[in-house]
């Protein structure tokens, strides 16, 4: 753990996360160099030292210039209305206008251009490569995991959009490609099998769905569909089998793979993790080419600096983060996991059963790698997805070949289904695919449903509880503690889970939650069993992620207290949540004039005649959610475009983490 390229790596993450608690970047890199300064004035810089401190000033640095170059010229434009011309470079299968990216320019804007993240409202259909012009309302990304896309603006659309043409730009190329090796799966495996099969290809998982989605994540085995290093070995692994049966010197075979590894990357569209093994693959790959040592730890911190030296926010994307704890689980932690294992369950070193019992040192190994992977995410995964899968390390035991052989089946039957004349062969390797995909969600529905299957951890002080205890696991472990002081560990931990978890049930059972999603069109209610939902969603992925927010909080039963139009009940937004679960009261607010209603036993809401307004009262307490632009009397507003207006001296609970919106508890049991 302990070279030089990752402990910069180290500390170049821990200026940025320095500076996002609060430390200037211009006082932390004058900390920083003055520090490397001083221990090379002082003769006592050494390599491990030099790497820390050279890793500070250059996080501060990049900080710092990002924020000069980038930053600072969108300021003067924040909430000004501008006519901008763009291009589309994003549009996630799934989410609709939620995830349309496009570098735009504007008169006196930069001349090079921003990556936004656009809210177009009612747009036509677009496509990568499109060039449109709107006016549209600029706003800058607040928060850091926003930054880290690359998308520093955002633009809200303020009239028409007129489509002008179309660019064949590569990220309309690479995505043509993949949406063309989408259709070739999809056409010889439809149904859920075909959808799994091509997120695990093309690493885009807009389309599947939610009641899937949601299983894959309570069994932890999400990251196998989320493009990721393990793709990238896959496939370099078998085109190395391949290659080895040519008559290629090893360093042309070396080469190939290369070629290969980066040619994957730009085809999956380059997300941090892809990109993080991309460059972990080539350099590791030209070390083996040159004779020299293949060091992975240092090959991992040299391709997370480059990542984060044009943007330093890229330390907040969760694909990187749980990319590069993954990595370096598997670079210092299999090793030794695996021999526990084999001393534990078969009294021999790993060296020796590997000799004498190649079957269970598989076996010792592949658990290994597993929960070697497994342990440093864990913190990551519990404060961005709420929970703790108990299953994962059976279920990925034992769905980690299936996806491996998925892979292999799906990237040949996405690309041969450009070469005319095999139809029949790749419709024979579809029926593998489908065996294999179909084997997956079955693994993920069956440990899915079981009650202990993931362990909600939410609050902020399960999530320091679960930092803690990993520390505590690896200090007995580096100690070599004894049984007894290991259990008497374990108890002490068990003590403050205890009573916590006890503590919030007292406190927050049966509390009202709201989930405002960011820029939106709904709002959801849920209180024990029972959910409301006011207004219509306007894309299937704002249904999506309020459906899995009424699912987290254990929703029977729904409320349509606000379809604004009775059809918008059979739009297919809608019509996904009718479906996942029982619809007890519906209201059509412009079918009606006004109404008042109770729900959950304690929740008043009322309405006008107007229905611009919707108007909820829990005790004292007063909200108010508005489908126009309309002035409300209320403690909190949620306005037209879902954004959260305070009254003054109000400050409510807010957890951002979850669901793509804003969760706030407004009243507890």
């Given amino acids: 753990m302990n070279r030089p390229f990752h402990l910069l790596c180290l500390s170049w993450l821990a200026a940025i996360f320095a500076a996002g608690l609060g430390v200037p970047p211009l006082l932390g890199l004058g900390l920083g160099g003055l520090g490397l300064g001083a221990a090379v004035c002082l003769g006592r810089l050494n390599r491990r030292w030099g790497a820390l401190l050279l890793g500070l000033a250059l996080g501060f640095a990049s900080l710092a210039a990002y924020h000069q170059q980038v930053l600072d010229p969108l300021h003067p434009w924040e909430g000004r209305t501008a006519q901008l011309t763009g291009v589309v470079e994003e549009v996630t299968p799934g989410a ?363 609050g902020w002080g399960s999530l320091l509880w679960l930092a803690a205890a990993e520390l505590v696991a690896l200090l007995l472990a580096v100690l070599r503690a004894s049984r007894r002081l290991r259990r008497y560990a374990a108890c002490l931990l068990a003590v403050p889970l205890l009573a916590g978890t006890l503590a919030h049930q007292a406190l927050w059972s049966g509390a009202v939650e709201l989930l405002v999603p960011n820029w939106g069109s709904a709002v959801a209610v849920a209180c024990g069993s029972q959910g409301a939902l006011l207004g219509a969603p306007a894309s299937r992925y704002e249904s999506q992620q309020i459906q899995a927010f009424f699912q987290s909080r254990g929703v029977e039963e729904l409320s349509l207290v606000v379809v604004r139009q009775r059809e918008d009940r059979y739009a297919d937004p809608v019509r996904t949540l009718e479906e996942a679960f029982p619809t007890v009261h519906a209201v059509a607010l412009e079918q009606s004039a006004g109404f008042e209603a109770s729900l959950f036993g304690r929740l008043r809401v009322w309405a006008g005649e107007d229905s611009r307004l919707v108007e909820l009262q829990l005790e004292n307490l007063r909200l108010a959610k508005a489908f126009e632009a309309v002035p409300a009397r209320a403690h909190l507003l949620i306005n037209h475009q879902n954004q959260l207006v305070e009254a003054p001296g109000m400050a409510f609970p807010q957890d951002s983490r979850y669901f793509s919106g804003t969760v706030i508890p407004i009243g507890g049991g």
């Fill in 96 to 458: 609709g206008e939620a995830r349309t990216v496009l570098r735009v320019t504007w008169p006196g804007g930069p001349a090079r251009g921003v990556r936004a993240q656009a809210y177009l409202g009612g747009s036509p259909e677009l496509r990568p490569g499109d060039e449109v012009s709107f006016a549209a309302t600029l706003y800058l990304q607040e928060q850091p995991a926003q930054l880290a896309q690359g998308t520093p603006l955002r633009a809200v659309a303020a009239g028409a959009i007129s489509p002008s043409g179309h660019r064949q730009t590569l990220t309309a190329l690479l995505s043509g490609y993949r949406e063309q090796v989408r259709g070739h799966i999809t056409a010889r495996l439809p149904g859920p099998e075909g959808l799994v099969a091509s997120a695990l290809v093309t690493g885009d998982t807009g389309l599947l769905p939610s009641g899937l989605r949601e299983a894959y994540a309570r069994t932890g085995i999400s990251h196998l569909l989320a493009a990721s290093g393990m793709h990238l070995v896959v496939l370099t692994g078998m085109l190395d089998r391949l290659l080895a049966l040519t008559a290629l010197t090893r360093r042309q075979r070396g080469v190939a793979g290369m070629a290969a590894a980066v040619a994957f990357v730009a085809f999956t569209g380059f997300p941090y993790s892809m990109v993080r093994a991309g460059i972990m693959a080539v350099v590791c790959r030209v070390a083996l080419l040159l004779g020299r040592e293949n060091d992975s730890l240092n090959a991992l911190g040299l391709a997370v600096a480059l990542i984060l030296l044009p943007n330093p926010y890229a330390a907040y994307s969760v694909s990187l983060q749980l990319s590069y704890l993954a990595t370096m689980g598997l670079c210092g932690l299999s090793g030794p996991v695996t021999g526990w294992l084999s001393q534990r369950f078969w009294g021999r070193s790993r060296y020796a059963l590997r000799e004498r019992r190649p079957g269970a040192y598989a076996l010792c190994s592949a658990l290994g790698v597993t929960v070697a992977a497994s342990l440093p995410t864990l913190p990551v995964l519990a404060q961005n997805f709420g929970q703790l899968s108990l299953v994962s390390p059976v279920v990925n035991l034992l769905a980690g070949p299936l996806a491996d052989l998925a892979l292999v089946l799906g990237l040949c039957c996405g690309l041969l289904g450009f070469v005319p004349g095999l139809s029949l062969f790749t419709s024979i390797l579809a029926l593998g695919l489908g065996w294999s995909v179909g084997a997956m969600n079955w693994l993920a529905q069956a440990f899915g449903a079981l009650p202990f299957a993931a362990f909600p951890l939410r």
